[in-house]
């Protein structure tokens, strides 16, 4: 009886074993899921409101093991994406941002407190009374947006509006509201894709928690026109007269990133626009001379519409080359970027200074009877 009791005693332990495994399985997604110990040693982690606590730094190992931890487990929060910028270059090593307890503060204050790895950040200063002047000293990014947040801006974004960066985060047919892909991918690094998609396009409403990051820490590289940790942000859309030069012309990788780009643009610009006046005069001159063989519209005869046809062809050809530049152009203007609109117009204002006075008839091409 007693055999029989402990094997049933280890028949329960190995389910319970079993099951345990199964519910930390799969994606990580349990915050607390981690096997960094966190060292805790001093007396201010259980009562940081002792007066001799104020100046009390936590230690290196501690918000190393801290960050570890919690960066294991969800690479892709945006505290997270703050610490990878910090890594990634020298630049940001002197900000304040940068710290080690600043990045701990920027997870663990709002955005997940409750993970493991924010047991010592959560002991030390997320209690009022804590005295710790590392805590304020070195705190949070003011309002940077929590993982919830950015996730939801992303979705939000892309479903009204498929921009690029949205491919970045991918999402799932079976998920309600195509709520993103929350497995901590590279590419959907969310602090990173949400500033590159307000980046394009800032007076979007789910921006307005973008701006108001940036407006308290203007030199965060995500919100800078640089590069953001995930890459090249994507050109503006601003829909009003702006400067600058980063910009979609036309094409997806036609995009200036240097003034001298930005002036070849723009004289290739300024002589499409020019030479497609000419091609304006050319059609019309066809057209006048075309219109001087033209027959009276009295009848319609199979041998008339034959005899035509190769005329249409040729006029339907300039046509579709006409179109095209002229719609290029204005496409061009829609950017509302100053400088390429005034290529545009001054192309063709030079053009007509240059080819208007060989226009044989009139400015515009009349098709004729034949």
Not at 251 to 256: L, R
Request: charged content about 15%; glycine content about 6%.
């Amino acid at each position: 009886m007693r055999i029989s009791t402990t094997l049933l005693a280890t028949i329960i332990t190995l389910l319970s074993t079993s099951v345990q495994g199964q519910d930390h399985g799969g994606m990580n997604m349990n915050p607390s899921s981690n096997n960094t110990s966190i060292p805790m040693t001093s007396p201010c982690y259980t009562d940081p409101s002792t007066s001799s606590c104020a100046d009390f730094q936590m230690e290196s190992a501690t918000v190393d093991a801290s960050i570890q931890s919690l960066c294991t487990a969800m690479p892709y929060m945006p505290g997270c994406s703050v610490r990878n910028a910090c890594t990634a270059t020298s630049q940001f090593s002197s900000k304040s941002w940068c710290s080690g307890m600043s990045v701990l503060a920027d997870v663990c204050q709002t955005d997940m407190p409750k993970m493991t790895g924010c047991k010592a950040w959560v002991s030390l200063c997320g209690n009022s009374t804590s005295v710790v002047k590392q805590c304020k000293s070195q705190g949070e990014i003011p309002n940077i947006p929590t993982t919830s947040e950015a996730s939801g801006f992303i979705t939000s974004i892309c479903t009204e509006m498929n921009m690029p960066g949205c491919e970045k985060c991918k999402s799932s047919s079976t998920m309600s509201k195509r709520q993103m892909d929350m497995s901590g991918s590279e590419t959907c690094d969310y602090l990173s894709v949400y500033s590159d998609l307000c980046k394009s396009m800032p007076n979007m409403s789910q921006c307005q928690k973008w701006t108001s990051m940036c407006k308290t820490t203007p030199d965060l590289p995500f919100c800078t026109s640089g590069s953001s940790s995930s890459g090249e942000p994507a050109p503006s859309m601003i829909m009003y007269f702006h400067t600058g030069i980063h910009e979609y012309i036309l094409f997806k990788n036609w995009i200036p990133k240097t003034s001298g780009q930005m002036a070849g643009a723009w004289f290739a610009i300024f002589f499409i626009g020019m030479l497609y006046e000419g091609f304006g005069v050319l059609r019309g001159n066809l057209e006048a001379k075309w219109a001087l063989t033209n027959q009276p519209c009295t009848t319609l005869s199979l041998g008339a519409f034959t005899a035509s046809l190769p005329r249409d062809c040729v006029r339907l050809v300039l046509r579709f080359v006409d179109a095209t530049i002229g719609y290029a152009l204005m496409l061009v203007t829609m950017t509302f970027n100053v400088a390429l609109f005034f290529a545009v117009v001054t192309g063709l204002a030079v053009g007509t200074f240059l080819f208007a006075k060989f226009r044989a008839v009139s400015a515009e091409p009349k098709a004729g009877c034949h």
